[in-house]
């Protein structure tokens, strides 16, 4: 069974820095990619940034020069400077393995102006 499970939201002022995790039940290698997406109140849940098994990594307009994705042993990371007010979503981190995805439950970022 593999589970997904985000930490490290809370409420921050705009400008200020936030640091997500996520924990995976197995080694994050195991999975084809890993990626963080995010739903604002009222809209689709959205692409923030994926990084593949082999590190490649592709980062939505919208995050590209502030928030950073990396990964160590069974987590995935995501560091998010310089927030706005409109990068205030639930942020959901997701696996693909063998063609299925996992998802966690998400994290709440709040981001006050």
């Known amino acids: 069974q593999v589970q997904l499970v985000e930490s490290g939201g809370g409420l921050v002022q705009a400008g200020g820095s936030l640091t997500l995790s996520c924990a995976a039940s197995v080694s994050i290698l195991r999975f084809d990619a890993m990626g963080w997406y995010r739903q604002a109140p009222g809209k689709q849940r959205d692409l923030v940034v994926t990084i593949t098994s082999g590190g490649q990594t592709y980062y939505s307009d919208s995050v590209k020069g502030r928030f950073t994705i990396s990964r160590s042993g069974a987590k995935v990371y995501l560091q998010m400077n310089s927030l706005k007010p409109e990068d205030t979503a639930v942020y959901y981190c997701?696996?693909?393995?063998?063609?299925?995805?996992?998802w966690g439950k998400g994290t709440l970022v709040t981001v006050s102006s």
């Open positions: 997701k696996g693909r393995r063998g063609g299925v995805d996992y």
